[in-house]
Every structure is written in C-alpha cells, then in structure tokens.
C-alpha cells in the first residue's frame, strides 16, 4: 500500500511540475501574437528585447532594456485577459532611477512610443495588480509579453 501512495504522489507531483513548465513555454513568444502590435505606423521591425513569461495576479517584474540614439520605439504591454485590465508601466532609467514613462499618468494605457536622442539603459517594471496567487498553482498564471519594435528616426530638415 505505501508503495502505492508513493507512486501516486511521485506521478502527481511530475504531472504538476509538467503542467507549470507547459505554461510557461506557451507563453515564451507569447508578445509575437499579430494583435499585440499596436506600433502607429508603418516600419517598425521587431526588436529582440522583447519577452514574454508567466505572471500571477499581484506580481512584479522587471526587464532591463537598451535603447539606442538615432532610433524611435514602440513599446506594447500584451497579456492574457485572465490578468485583468489596469496593468502598470513604469520605464526609468537604469542609472538615475529618474521614471521615463508610468502609464499610471496615461490611463493605464498598454502602449507607448517614443524617439531617443541618447542611448539609454532603462528598465521596464511591469505590475499586475490583484491579490497573489497561492504558491504552487500554475492554473492561477497568465501569460504577458512586452514587444519592443524600433525604426530609425526619420531625417528632417536640410
């Protein structure tokens, strides 16, 4: 009988530890999806910054970017309906902490765009908001992608 439940247990705890690594590989391109660009115009390209992962509800996380001079971006939080709607943006500079951009001052607005005259090490601190999820459930998690598109700032004047 003992050797009974600790087959079960062992077969129990893989599937769990099999379900939790599945849903994080469904959300690895997860911010390639054709609706999550919202870019304004045409030529933006796709920049490998992007990432995508796994997020619970009251979670935070934090991406370090670099953005480089001459160089216009658009920047698209997607994520799953499941996380609900209000998620915060913030994007500060990496060396003076200075906030760059917090959709908090934009209606919780899931898009920005913006043209860099200096390359720039920013990071971009998402946050979901709602209570934490119970350690160990999987099933509570969603996924969330930022995309990172870039196209030369266009030449004006003489």
């Known amino acids: 009988m003992?050797?009974?439940?600790s087959v079960c247990l062992m077969l129990a705890a893989t599937i769990s530890l099999n379900l939790q690594v599945y849903a994080?590989?469904?959300?690895?391109?997860?911010?390639?999806?054709?609706?999550?660009?919202?870019?304004?115009?045409?030529g933006f390209i796709y920049n490998s910054q992007s990432k995508s992962g796994l997020f619970g509800k009251?979670?935070?996380?934090r991406l370090k970017v670099v953005f480089f001079k001459g160089f216009d971006y658009s920047i698209t939080l997607c994520a799953d309906i499941l996380l609900g709607e209000g998620i915060g943006m913030v994007m500060t500079d990496a060396a003076t902490?200075?906030?760059?951009?917090?959709?908090?001052?934009?209606?919780?607005?899931?898009?920005?765009?913006f043209a860099n005259e200096a390359s720039?090490?920013?990071?971009?601190?998402?946050?979901?908001?709602?209570?934490?999820?119970?350690?160990?459930?999987a099933a509570d998690g969603a996924c969330l992608g930022i995309l990172i598109q870039q196209k030369p700032t266009p030449k004006t004047g003489f």
């Open 58 to 61: 009251g979670t935070t996380s």
């Open 24 to 42: 994080q590989n469904t959300c690895i391109s997860f911010h390639r999806q054709e609706e999550c660009n919202q870019a304004s115009e045409e």
């Open 97 to 113: 902490g200075e906030v760059l951009y917090d959709n908090a001052t934009d209606n919780k607005s899931p898009h920005f765009e």
């Open 2 to 5: 003992k050797n009974k439940l």
């Open 120 to 137: 720039l090490n920013a990071i971009i601190t998402v946050t979901i908001p709602g209570e934490g999820t119970k350690k160990g459930k």
